[in-house]
């Protein structure tokens, strides 16, 4: 999927108050990045492989030049992580999805905006993060969702994401990353209800030089659209904890 | 006195100044200003702006202590000198060093007040239950007298990393990990508690309550009321408590946030809940602006403590069984 961006036509978003882009709303990617980044035919489903419920739709992949630039190792490891999904995949933990994972899970975000703070908050296990639009900080800690540093340039709000975690994945390919991750984001409003999304993904630990993904996403337009529960820790509990039920056969363990 | 403490028992020094002045502020404020308040921060469209980090932690308990009956208010001496116990106490002989992990007493801000508990009127306290609700306490308790350590489900909420039950609304300051933000965009107001990093982002165009599905923080509807943020929110799952009660498919919270100053914002709510409670009750508290960012309390990633729990009781269950051979 190359060159989106570059056939945007030229669009002035609406202003807030301080005379920046105004991007709030519920937003929600429509593709497939959540199964795999690459370019993907579909597939069974990891369990129940015999019913179509929860097969992998295909996709034409969201990643510019089309395959991730893995270091050799690396990507024996994502073949590997791919092979243990069902049981590695942090997603099916419940466990917060990371940047940039968060904003193409199948999944609503909102987005409320005032000048010094972008807050999104995501749908997916109650995730959020605090968009710092201030004097840039220092992540005080490595975490799931990683340290935010927003600035706007022209129409783009460009968000600098250190600080993350190596214990997130980008997708349910088993496409991983270091705690080397640095991610710079780019939300770009295309049309009233569309803004595009590029994510510039970093980490010499893992890839042979910086890649890119784009992707649109789209604003919940329909009335009385908001984020509602999704608490996913009860789902996971079964998956998690199971073998330790009263009763469980004990010599089964995660 | 242990050094470590030594920095914070100056600020609290400092803070107990700062409590003269401002309780003398909030004894009046027990019903937030109806006129315009000149000294506060407002957002491009002339509303208050609650946008901030703030602790809502407290030198006070949300219920009103027994032996102080309807006593209301302290006075600024009794508030002084409470303090004061408070920092003989906190330096007496070798104790578990909560300052380690921010919970030192001084390391969170705590709001000021003359108040002598979080819930006013002459009562101070949490109603009574009603008989229906005594029931499904008694049901609960007897489902967990024998189950508690069967599985993951049967946990308490927030030993699963759910909900703490005090993240609210309404939001009842307990002096554990105290910090949340307030992020005001148009049309929205954004509550975030650092605990478990529960949101609510609150519509402000005053849309009616769909009632549809029932969340585990409700579903939320804000208006402002002058200079003051009114929040209603029904629509609870049956599934949390608060104060150790089990609430009912007709709770409704009712939560007023003034930015009374620059760095504070009055927060007062009323808990309705015909069907737990004979009769409604109300609280308020101040919470204060901090310097801190939040920072991720990502609880169910590093929940090791349940897992070791259940793995402890399947330890004791085989110890048992071994025994009996």
Redesign the interface.
Known sequence: MVGLAQNTPPYKAPRTADGKPDISGIWQAMNEANWNLEAHAAGPAVVNANGAMFAVPPGIGVVEGGEIPYLPEARKKQQENFANRLKLDPENKCYLGGVPRMTYMPYPFQIVQNPKTILIAYEYAGGVRSVNMGKPTEPPADSWMGWSNGKWEGDTLVIDVTGLNDQTWFDRAGNFHSDALHVVERYTPRSADTMMYEATIEDSKTFSRPWKISMPLYRHVEKGARLMDFKCVEFSEEFMYGHLRRGADQSKTK | MNRRFAPFAMAALASLFATFVMAQNLKPADKPASAKQSNIPR???GKP?L?GVYSNAQSIPIQRPANLGAKEFYTPEEVAANAARERRAAEVGVHYDTSQFGLGAGQSKTSATLRTSVIVGPEGRVPALTAEAQKIQQQRRAVNAEHQ?????SRPLAE????WGFEGPPMMPVGYNSNL?I????????V?QEM????R?I?TDGRAI?DN?P???GESTGHWDGDTLVVETKNFTTRTAIQQAPTSDALKVTERFSRIDANTVLYQFTVDDPKTWVKPWSGEYTMTKIDS????Y?C??GNLG??NN??G??AQ??RAAEAKK
């Open positions: 957002t491009a469209d702006d946008s350590w069967d599985s993951a489900e699963r990393c759910i909900t933000q992020v005001q965009g148009a049309g929205y107001v954004a975030i478990i990093h529960d949101t982002v519509p769909t599905v969340q585990w923080m960012p939040l920072y991720e990502a169910h990633e349940l897992a259940l793995s009781a399947r269950e085989r």
